[in-house]
């Protein structure tokens, strides 16, 4: 039954990923400007998740901190390094000559994202089952701007809304396979998690910085460039704002060592 409910929480979580990133294709916003705008919303959110959500529970508790920065940087360094494979693939191949390589790295990203999603769950229900909707409730508020934004960087790279769309849907079924590995190995793999949190902190913070404000800055004039500053920093505040209303486990009532719970939180 434990099992069953884990596997249903993490279909609820990337089913509402889902209705949200079909939403925003089926209302058109494709076009250069307003796509321009999305990635400035995009580059913003995914900051504000990587250093307010990822890279906070990554150094939260009794961790390695010397280990836990290194597995930030060895995620910017894995970013630069799989790009430039990326581009060198692009350049000699002209079936993904349209599409850049933040679109694979956005994938990846979010696989990895997802599939710690799934392990939280797993171990909020493996506590309890109020423990486990409460997570769910929590990871899915996170989800739902946050797919937004990857959609948004997907059509930015030059992906058809229609294989967006899908590569969108199976990433976020990796959560489900989280939950499965979650279920029958927590006990063993837990300590690693906070490492992953800051290698996947790496990515996301390579992508905003490296890829998506520099494009932002070569369509910034007049009020367009006004714009886009307003809503990257709209990005910023909204994952931030959410952030804060969301139920944390890290309240002064609460245990203040995820590892001492087998709670592997994540946003």
Known sequence: MELILIILA???????????????????????????????????TMLATACLTLLEEALHGSVNHTFA??????????????ERTLLWYHHHHEDTHDIRPSAFLILIGDVIHNFIDGIAISAAFMASPLLG????????????????ADMSVLLHSGMKPRKALLWNFLSGLTAIV???VGFYFLGAYDGA????????????????????????????????GASQLLLFLLGVTFMAGIVSLSPHGHEDNEPHNVQDQNIPYTD
């Not at 920065?69 to 630069?80: E, H, T």
Request: glycine share 8%; net charge negative.
């Open 10 to 44: 993490n279909l609820l979580v990337s089913a509402v990923a889902l209705i949200g990133v079909f939403l925003l294709v089926n209302v058109r916003l494709k076009s250069e400007t307003i796509t321009t705008y999305f990635v400035s919303f995009a580059a913003g």
């Open 69 to 82: 920065l290194w597995s930030l940087l060895g995620g910017m360094v894995a970013s630069f390094i799989l």
């Open 133 to 148: 909707w409460a997570a769910t409730a929590s990871i899915a508020t996170h989800e739902l701007p946050q797919e937004f």
């Open 178 to 180: 989280g939950g499965i």
């Open 193 to 224: 998690i906070p490492y992953v949190l800051a290698f996947t902190a790496g990515l996301f913070i390579y992508i905003s910085c490296a890829d998506l404000i520099p494009s932002l800055h070569e369509n910034s004039g007049g009020k367009r």
